[in-house]
């Protein structure tokens, strides 16, 4: 089975069409599990769903902030796009995002400076050359790099 993300309940029943190849039926998206090389993680290659093909790749680091470290990602941030301002706040070792009159939204780390929000899909925050975090983008489900500045 696949989904477009961890969350769905349900998702598409993927059908073997060759070694490490699977396609969803009635569609023209064929994933390929791709095996690891010497320095390279496993990656799954997805074709037919868009002009360019997907590519994913396994994530074997783990990322525990500190607190301080935690603390620098706080802020409030701002998308011309949505017209919204969402604040970011460290409480205890975890971060959330606050948003006006809606539950918190929990993250968890991902990798370096990338967090899971759940249903909202993956963050990740920008910093400048000196390592000021700048801004971060959201990716989920039919959304890519939905940009928030940090506006203090």
Known sequence: MASTNASDSGGFELTPIGPNRFAIVGTPIVAEFVTPTSGKPQE????????????????????????????????????????????????????????????????????????????WGVVKFLGNPNGVVTAFTMHAAGMRGLRFDRTR
Do not use: C, M
């Open 44 to 119: 799954i290659h997805v074709t037919g769903a868009g002009p360019k093909p997907t590519i994913s790749q396994l994530i074997t680091t783990s990322f525990t902030p500190s607190r301080a470290e935690l603390r620098a990602f706080e802020g409030t941030y701002t998308s011309d796009e949505v017209h919204g301002t969402y604040t970011v706040v460290a409480r205890d070792s975890r971060l959330a995002i606050v948003i006006p009159g809606r539950a918190d939204v929990p993250l968890e780390p991902l990798f370096t400076d990338a967090f899971s929000a759940g249903n």
